[in-house]
């Protein structure tokens, strides 16, 4: 069965930077695209970005364009998110999800990141 | 970038009742919408792609309709566990893929 396994919670200071993990398994990696989504305490969901599998393509939101990347290494079926210079708006739960046909077919579990000084 | 608008933010229903929720797109989106349920604590899960077409191991109780800027989800029975936050998605005009800000079900 797919499944994506996240990394687990980070605690960052303002100005640091979090890289989140996102484990693939159950399916041919290369084969699908992965986004990031992320959710801010009580708010709905923001697109933050997303990363083929295959060759390594990536488009991001504008918002976050300079500060995000997104990378994945073939050899272990993971993808990586990192967002640079962190503020306080960015404390939110990170998700990784499998794309297909641009919809969200499968989700990680989440993980927080709180932005605190 | 295409707006997503869902109605209403909270919709309180009795189990067993049927409930509807909608979305609407700014511009046309064709059939390139999904649906999400989201549980306190939990990711999201997809319920419904391409408007209409239930993603594996979805009960037959969830059914999506619309196209162009006009959507609908009903839920024909409600039971406990479908009390939740539902999401609409567009995945027609991307980037960036852009999301409804979800209408809260809950328990009447």
């Known amino acids: 069965q797919v499944q994506l396994v996240q990394s687990g919670a980070e605690v960052k200071k303002p100005g640091a930077s979090v890289k989140v993990s996102c484990k693939a398994s159950g399916y041919t990696f290369t084969s699908y695209g992965i986004s990031w989504v992320r959710q801010a305490p009580g708010q709905g969901l923001e697109w933050m970005g997303w990363i083929s599998a295959y060759n390594g393509n990536t488009n991001y939101a504008q918002k976050l364009q300079g500060r995000v990347t997104m990378t994945t290494d073939t050899s272990t079926s993971t993808a990586y998110m990192e967002l640079r210079s962190l503020r306080s708006d960015d404390t939110a739960v990170y998700y990784c999800?499998?794309?297909?046909?641009?919809?969200?077919?499968?989700w990680g579990q989440g993980t927080l990141v709180t932005v605190s000084s | 970038e295409i707006v997503m608008t869902q109605s209403p933010a909270t919709l309180s229903v009795s189990p067993g009742e049927r409930a509807t929720l909608s979305c609407r797109a700014s511009?046309?989106?064709?059939?390139?919408l999904a649906w999400y349920q989201q549980k306190p604590g939990q990711a999201p899960r997809l319920l419904i792609y391409?408007?209409?077409t239930r993603a594996t191991g979805i009960p037959a109780r969830f059914s999506g309709s619309g196209s162009g800027t006009e959507f609908t989800l009903t839920i024909s029975s409600l039971q406990s566990e479908d009390f939740a936050v539902y999401y609409c998605q567009q995945y027609n005009n991307w980037p960036p893929d852009t999301f409804g800000q979800g209408t809260k079900l809950e328990i009447k």
């Open positions: 999800a499998r794309i297909l046909k641009g919809y969200f077919q499968h």
């Open positions: 391409g408007a209409s």
């Open positions: 511009q046309s989106v064709s059939s390139n």
